[in-house]
């Protein structure tokens, strides 16, 4: 399961993140310093999937860890999208994970919400 490509078609069902960032919504790839001409939404694994969930001594899941950044230059827009994502993520069986990050770049007028999240999904093996 290219889990990745779940999470982005998840994203763009949503129509307000379709809108408001088709065409920058990246896999590891963080949008240049200043050079933010609308929404950004980056998609990043912070590691590979693990082994979960075993019967009869063999793995039936794969645990997911995502950290998915937005990244504006309107901090209204910026918490709009991150709901959001929060509810996509939510609605493909990922749950928000400790960690993350607020802040607002005074040099750049960038405000960027990071939150990451974990989710498990059968292995393709036990797809049902």
Partial sequence: MDM????YNGLLS???????ATGRIKFYEYPP???????YIVIDP???????????NIPIKDDYLYQI?????????????SKRVQK??????????AGG???????TGIYRDARRYRGKAYTEEFEI
């Fill in 46 to 56: 912070l590691g590979p999937p693990q082994s979960a969930d075993y019967g009869d």
């Fill in 101 to 107: 990050v607020d802040e607002y770049d005074k040099d």
């Fill in 33 to 39: 310093t200043g050079d933010i001409s609308g929404p």
């Fill in 14 to 20: 949503d129509e307000y993140i379709k809108g408001q």
């Fill in 4 to 7: 990745m490509m779940v999470i």
């Fill in 69 to 81: 950044d937005v990244w504006t230059k309107n901090r209204l827009v910026t918490k709009e999208l």
């Fill in 88 to 97: 996509v993520m939510r609605s493909i069986g990922f749950g928000y994970f």
